[in-house]
């Protein structure tokens, strides 16, 4: 199963992680897999190439396999883009309730 953990603090979202298998189907055919990294991979994206934000942290381990990324949740447009993803993420584990689970943390 596939683990996603978002982190709140009184801003908004200041962290996404996406960590785990989610045992779809094998590696490579894993339609449920690609869409979280997708979702992943878009929220990077938007966060460093479209919003230009300098201070988002990477942390990745391929061999687990874990993407963990972490930002300046005081920036308003970065809260845009974080929820947008987050809330699509929600929505592939609403869909594969077996396979992804989506969880909130406020700290």
Do not use: N
């Amino acid at each position: 199963m596939m683990q996603v953990i978002a982190k709140r603090d009184d801003f908004g979202i200041f962290s996404i992680s996406a960590q785990g298998h989610t045992g779809y189907a094998e590696q490579g055919s894993d339609i449920v897999c690609a869409a979280v990294s997708a979702l992943m991979q878009a929220m990077l994206v938007g966060l460093q190439d479209v919003l230009e934000m300098e201070d988002v942290e990477v942390d990745t381990a391929p061999e687990i396999p874990r993407m963990v990324f972490t930002w300046d949740s005081e920036d308003e447009d970065g809260q845009i883009v974080a929820e947008t993803i987050f809330r699509s993420l929600e929505a592939v584990a609403s869909s594969y309730p077996d396979f992804v689970t989506v969880t909130e943390e406020d700290i």
